[in-house]
């Protein structure tokens, strides 16, 4: 079992940034393909951005490219997202997910295993 928490979000205005972090226990966390999705209110569950076990490969939605960087400490058990200029379209709460066996990452939800609870992620225009 791995148990995820995440923290960091809350309320920001347009071109903003928040840093969401997601704190993994239960298996070591260097084992786990890591991600973080989004949903919005009405809407699906959409993938934002993922990583491997080592964090040395990533990969982002188109709409968050070049504004929004995933990144691990393994040490510390840790998964984060820096966000940066924050849209209101990235209004959502914002979900880190944890695969056992899709080390290498992956932008499809059904992959992962475990979620955390979330964390809101308000943006203000």
């Known amino acids: 079992q791995v148990q995820l928490v995440e923290s960091g979000g809350g309320l920001v205005q347009a071109e903003g940034s928040l840093r969401l972090s997601c704190r993994g226990t239960?298996?070591?966390?260097?084992?786990?393909?890591m991600g973080w999705f989004r949903q919005a209110p009405g809407k699906e569950r959409q993938f934002v951005a993922t990583t491997d076990w080592s964090g040395e490969k990533t990969d982002y939605a188109d709409s968050v490219k070049g504004r929004f960087t995933i990144s691990r400490d393994n040490v510390k058990a840790t998964l984060f997202l820096q966000m940066n200029s924050l849209k209101p379209e990235d209004t959502a709460v914002y979900y880190c997910?944890?695969?056992?066996?899709?080390?290498?990452?992956?932008?499809?939800?059904?992959?992962?295993?475990?979620w955390g609870p979330g964390t809101p992620v308000t943006v203000s225009s």
């Open positions: 997910a944890a695969s056992t066996w899709a080390v290498h990452g992956t932008k499809n939800d059904y992959e992962y295993g475990f």
């Open positions: 239960g298996r070591p966390f260097s084992s786990l393909g």
